[in-house]
């Protein structure tokens, strides 16, 4: 018999202020863990862990600030969670995002990728050492079916015209790709590392898409999309079953795992050095 379970457990759920991040941090935190609600903005993440309070004991719920999209804010969210917290069990990269323009971080970085790519990449190393403490530990990273142009000579879409959807899927092409190499790495060190697929969630993430496209789009989530609690049961699954304990580098679709299909070894390490290439040109950027 397993002996994982999450009963005091620390666990961040990244973007936990809405939609499938909000619902994640409430099914880990009916488990028994510990979230910290990590969010980019706090006047919503509050309002978020205010209603979370009134289902779950407010003791087991926590906020910080975290923008995954600026690196001096990982830096900060990193340290006021290690302030609280000496080990970390369960990490939930969920935070994305959708942008129909092609928009530049303060850092000089396309925003999509910044965010939910680079984004993934820097917030799990900055936390690997409470990781590493907690271990065993797991790490579930949100990805998507919608997974395809990646094009890892222009990631900034700086050559190639700009596209809303392109971008999102190039990014979440690299989450999975990411993925399946961070799992290699870690798989000696006790953590394991899944990526999962909510399926069409009805969330705001094309709240903001402009002309018919954006309206089609909104109508078919109103009517087509699953619940947000329905989307994060994946995620909540991988982050508590004791039955996938041990399983790393996986793909998961509705509690099923699914052969990766991005998982080429020469393209997964191709990816990492373009990771830690801009994760260095951010910092030469910073003032």
Not at 118 to 128: D, I, K
Not at 199 to 215: E, H, Q, R
Request: net charge neutral; proline share 4%; glycine share 8%.
């Amino acid at each position: 018999m397993s002996e994982w379970s999450l009963e005091g457990k620390v666990c961040v759920v990244t973007g936990a202020n809405a939609g499938i991040g909000k619902a994640i941090a409430g099914g880990l935190a009916a488990a028994g863990g510990h979230v910290v609600l990590a969010c980019r903005s706090l006047e919503r993440g509050r309002a978020a862990l205010a209603e979370l309070s009134e289902a779950h004991d407010p003791q087991r719920l926590e906020l910080l600030e975290l923008d995954q999209a600026r690196a001096a804010s990982i830096e900060a969210f990193a340290e006021a969670l290690r302030a609280r917290h000496p080990q970390l069990h369960v990490l939930v990269n969920n935070a994305g995002a959708w942008f129909t323009t092609r928009q530049e971080t303060p850092d000089g970085l396309e925003l999509t990728f910044a965010t939910n790519a680079l984004g993934y990449f820097a917030v799990t190393n900055a936390l690997l050492d409470l990781l590493r403490a907690g271990a065993p530990a797991r790490v579930v990273n949100v990805a998507s079916n919608l997974a395809k142009d990646l094009d890892l000579d222009d990631l900034q879409f700086t050559r190639r015209r700009y596209s809303g959807m392109k971008a999102y899927a190039q990014s979440k092409q690299a989450n999975r790709l990411w993925s399946c190499e961070l799992a290699e790495r870690l798989r000696r060190e006790g953590i394991t590392v899944n990526a999962m697929h909510p399926g069409v969630v009805s969330t705001s993430i094309a709240s903001t898409t402009p002309g018919l496209f954006g309206l089609a789009s909104r109508i078919y989530f109103r009517l087509r999309g699953r619940s947000p609690e329905e989307g994060a049961d994946t995620a909540v699954y991988l982050a508590t079953s004791p039955e996938v304990e041990g399983k790393t580098g996986r793909w998961w679709v509705d509690r099923r795992e699914h052969p990766p299909r991005f998982a080429d070894p020469l393209q997964r390490a191709a990816l990492w050095s373009a990771f830690e290439a801009l994760v260095a040109q951010r910092a030469s950027a910073a003032p």
